[in-house]
């Protein structure tokens, strides 16, 4: 009986672990290239409504972002909870919104300045008054093509 | 001299500094959302005004507390997308006169649009409005016209307007398709254009 029960103890083989770190570099070339940089710090916090008709965004080096939501609580101490502007990790004045996506417009390579699209990433209980102002500006320095950046999802979801 | 061995260099440790990288990366990146309803706006220099009829004109305005009235009546948000449609595809102009529409398949009446062609939209808001409320009704209006320009590219070509809008945009697309693509989009897009227009209520 000794011998029996002796002869059944096998080793179990080891598992080679020297394949995971190409495992794990494969995951981690994924993801650089899936995914983009976080190109500015966000000052205002939004959530952006759905929407379900929604068109992908063209090249990213053709999009200016102006984001406008409530200053983060950081900021929210000085700047007070109503809805604000960001361009570029900077907060904007109305009267700014112009100049400064023309100094955007201005840096990007001449060929392709025609085919500038503003999005506006806009918290959904953002009043719509600031989007008007906005849009005035930007109709004031001819930047006439912008983009509702939305989530792709039902849009009755936005009026609760 | 005896001869040395160099020691192997110990590549357990590989994984955890690969497992660094990756979470650094994922730290560090987002995944954009990028996508959204694209809008032109009108030109700042005020051109001449039109003169529209009134039943070309679908009046929809939206009040502080995201409440609909469409041409002077209460409506609820889901009844607004079967509103604009019946509103665009009702070609009332009778056969035989200039802008008849030969391709609507509404109810022909006459206090409704004579054409497509001739039908505007006009959302007002206020200033108090959400925007999420505002997204809502654009986002409608977006759906009755590709709803529309769906059934009229589905008709004359067999694909939907839609369908055919992404691949073109899609920019791994070939030329040559887009080439043929690009006519059968603008074709689609001249017997809906896309009229929608804004006011503010001061």
Known sequence: MIR????????????STASLPDIVFMLLFFFMTVTV?????????????????????????????????????????????????????????????????????ADKPEAIRPFMTIALKVDKHAGMGIILDVRQELRKINALKINYTTYEGDAYANLE | MAKRLSPGVHAGSMADIAFLLLIFFLVTTSIETDAGLDRMLPRMETPPPLIINERNILRISI????????????????????????FLDNGGAPPGNKGHCNY?????????????????????????????????????????????????????????????????????????????LREKIREIQGLFPLNLSEAEIK
């Open chain 2, 63 to 86: 009040n502080d507390s995201d409440e609909l009235l469409v041409e002077e009546e209460r409506v609820d948000m889901g009844e607004l997308r079967d509103i604009a449609i019946a």
């Open chain 1, 37 to 105: 940089m976080k190109s500015e710090k966000l000052k205002v916090n939004y959530v952006l409504p759905n929407a379900s008709e929604v068109k992908k965004l063209e090249k990213p080096d053709r999009v200016i972002y102006i984001h406008i939501g409530k200053p983060t609580l950081e900021y929210a101490t000085i700047l007070g909870s109503g809805p604000r502007i960001q361009i570029n990790d900077k907060f904007v004045d109305l009267s700014d919104v112009g100049p400064y996506v023309l100094g955007q417009i």
């Open chain 2, 104 to 180: 609507c398949e509404g109810l022909r009446k006459q206090e409704s649009s004579d054409n497509p062609l001739e039908a505007v939209v006009l959302v007002t808001t206020v200033r108090a409005t959400s925007y999420g409320g505002y997204i809502t009704v654009q986002n409608e209006l977006v759906a009755a016209y590709n709803h529309l320009r769906n059934r009229e590219a589905q008709r004359r070509f067999g694909e939907d307007f839609t369908e055919m809008q992404a691949v073109y945009l899609n920019p791994e697309t070939p030329e040559y398709i887009r080439a043929s």
């Open chain 1, 4 to 15: 029996f029960k002796r002869e059944k103890e096998t080793d179990v083989p080891e598992i």
